[in-house]
Nanobody, 122 residues
Framework: QVQPVESGGGLVQPGGSLRLSCAVSGSIYSINAMAWYRQVSGKERELVATITLSGDTYYANSVKGRFTLSRDNAENTVYLQMNSLKSEDTAVYYC????????????????WGVGTQVTVSS
């Protein structure tokens, strides 16, 4: 069973930046899409951004203009560049393999990473 591995989380001051990585064993061309979610204790897991095999991207309104997705096919890795970080960005960030838009909603798969903690605090 394939499993993504997240890395790059940590503690950063408000206004700072972090770059998260989602590494996958094998070519990412074999996966139709990848998505980033985040979850705060006591709240539901929310969709942050998605990228398809064709390169189409989606960003939640809360992160649009601050977060950017990119791919490195040679390294089988998807990156989430996070700039101008705010305290409300504090969460555990998860990578999900696959997924698709259906009925106006992004449907994830069961292939989740274990997550990486991002803490934005002074």
């Amino acid at each position: 069973q394939v499993q993504p591995v997240e890395s790059g989380g940590g503690l950063v001051q408000p206004g700072g930046s972090l770059r998260l990585s989602c590494a996958v064993s094998g070519s990412i061309y074999s996966i139709n899409a990848m998505a980033w979610y985040r979850q705060v204790s006591g709240k539901e897991r929310e969709l942050v951004a998605t990228i398809t095999l064709s390169g189409d991207t989606y960003y939640a309104n809360s992160v649009k203009g601050r977060f950017t997705l990119s791919r490195d096919n040679a390294e089988n890795t998807v990156y989430l560049q996070m700039n101008s970080l705010k305290s409300e960005d504090t969460a555990v960030y998860y990578c999900n393999l696959g997924g698709k838009w259906y009925g106006g909603t992004w449907w994830p798969t069961a292939f989740w990473g274990v997550g990486t903690q991002v803490t934005v605090s002074s």
